[in-house]
């Protein structure tokens, strides 16, 4: 994956992200609902003991990763964004943060316990993302857990009828994002996790987003 595939994209939007996932924007409120929920979700199906070493992908300006933080883990982030990484760094200026994405990772194989990621994901095509899980496969020991959340649809349809309707609700933005990012359907991210080794389960949280929770 191209580092500065969406790093114009987040850099600019650093300073609004966290207005963002309260709530402020229209277009995004429902892909943000229960936003605080899906976050605790994420460090919960973790179910990790204190003290163990979780890789964070995708980190933004760092809002999983104060929860990771506070439930007792060793949190590694990785961010390609410079402008999140900044604003990550100003709310959390202990957090040990890289420069990086799902395919550059700045760690040992084995060396993770977790590996954990929130609204990010979606930004590999389907042959990044399976090159991505089998790379994470790698990082995590036996015994290990990978869980993401973000957005996913059903299937071929659903993806259909919620670029509809944000075509209908004016929600310009937003159908834009739908219809350029690698928001994948379910089975194929079933597949996916199957072909490198996972064993995974699926939980809807919203409208868009899916809880994924595997293990190794």
Do not use: C
């Not at 100003?90 to 990086?100: A, Q, S, Y």
């Amino acid at each position: 994956m191209s580092r500065a595939r969406f790093n114009d994209l987040f850099d600019q939007w650093a300073d609004d992200y966290d207005r963002t996932v309260a709530g402020s924007n229209p277009e995004y409120q429902e892909v943000f609902q229960g936003y605080g929920k899906i976050l605790e979700g994420v460090v919960q199906e973790l179910s990790l003991p204190p003290g163990s070493y979780v890789l964070e992908i995708g980190v933004g300006t760092g809002n999983l990763s104060r929860l990771l933080l506070e439930a007792g883990f060793h949190v590694v982030g990785v961010e390609p964004s410079k402008q999140m990484r900044a604003r990550a760094l100003g709310k959390l200026p202990d957090l040990t943060l890289h420069e990086g994405d799902f395919l550059h990772i700045p760690v040992p194989d084995g060396s993770m316990d977790g590996v954990a990621s929130t609204y990010a994901f979606h930004h590999l095509t389907d042959r990044e993302k399976k090159e991505a899980l089998a790379l994470l496969y790698k990082t995590v020991k036996p015994g290990g857990k990978l869980v993401f959340a973000d957005t996913m649809f059903k299937d071929e349809s659903v993806r259909h009828q919620m670029q509809k309707e944000a075509k209908e609700r004016g929600f310009r933005q937003l159908a834009e994002d739908l219809e350029r990012e690698f928001y994948p359907l379910l089975d194929s991210m079933k597949q996916l996790f199957l072909e490198t080794g996972w064993k995974v389960r699926f939980e809807q949280m919203n409208r868009y987003v899916w809880l994924m929770a595997a293990d190794k």
